[in-house]
């Protein structure tokens, strides 16, 4: 496997369940983001990790539990979500150290369907 | 707070024509870099081209080239010799050099090249 990889590609879960989103990064990267793409909005900053600590929380609803293991791991665990966190959820790595101009590249995307 | 404004929010150009994808930005920060991605049907963001404010050239990577005028605030894309595959969304970003680690996009641009 190269590059960022994410799974599953495609979630579908009902408002009472308990699901993981996992993305694994094979960059030797130090960073690790999760984003939410809704329809016709902008890309949203969720989570931010460097070297395993998370740096960022977006102001995200408590509903959506990052966890990240290692540099080259990061989950996102939801429980109880609502319809309208149906989206595209793109994970993103960096290498280099907090800020700087390295460019994140990102995963395929975990299509999120809440039911 | 950085801001991102894409104003075309769909395109129609010829197979082998160049094209021109705008992008103006707004930030107070004095050192920062601009992205370009692009989304095929399938969700994966791909990384095209970066450009930081102090480059003095413009920046190049094969068909894409960034018109980047920074007095004007604007970082335009220009993809020359389209073909059927560029058909996607792109996106322009913009992150700060220094301080919080957010990747601020635009809304995009719908690119349909027409055969």
């Known amino acids: 496997e190269t590059g960022v990889t994410q799974t599953p590609r495609h979630l579908v879960m009902g408002m009472t369940n308990k699901k993981s989103l996992k993305c694994e990064q094979h960059?030797?990267?130090?960073?690790m983001y999760w984003y939410k793409q809704s329809a016709k909005k902008p890309l949203e900053l969720m989570f931010v990790?460097?070297?395993?600590?998370?740096?960022e929380n977006n102001s995200v609803p408590s509903r959506f539990s990052p966890e990240c293991p290692n540099s080259s791991h990061l989950f996102l665990h939801l429980h109880t979500l609502q319809p309208e966190d149906s989206a595209l959820y793109l994970c993103?790595?960096?290498?280099?150290?907090?800020?700087?101009?390295?460019?994140?590249?990102f995963g395929p995307g975990t299509r999120l369907t809440v039911l | 707070a950085q801001k991102i404004t894409q104003t075309q929010p769909g395109m129609f150009v010829q197979e082998k024509e160049a094209v021109t994808l705008d992008c103006t930005y707004d930030?107070?920060?004095?050192?920062?870099?601009l992205f370009w991605y692009k989304q095929p049907s399938s969700g994966e963001m791909i990384f095209l081209i970066y450009?930081?404010?102090?480059?003095?050239q413009n920046a190049t990577e094969g068909r894409y080239s960034l018109n980047f005028q920074k007095a004007r605030k604007s970082a335009n894309l220009v993809i020359s010799a389209s073909q059927l595959g560029d058909s996607a969304m792109y996106f322009c970003?913009?992150?700060?050099?220094?301080?919080?680690?957010?990747?601020?996009f635009g809304t995009g641009t719908r690119l349909t090249i027409i055969p």
């Open positions: 960059l030797g990267h130090n960073a």
């Open positions: 990790y460097n070297f395993k600590e998370q740096t």
């Open positions: 970003a913009m992150r700060p050099n220094f301080g919080n680690e957010k990747l601020t």
């Open positions: 450009q930081g404010s102090y480059d003095q």
């Open positions: 930030t107070s920060d004095p050192s920062y870099g």
């Open positions: 993103a790595s960096r290498g280099g150290t907090s800020g700087g101009t390295d460019t994140q590249y």
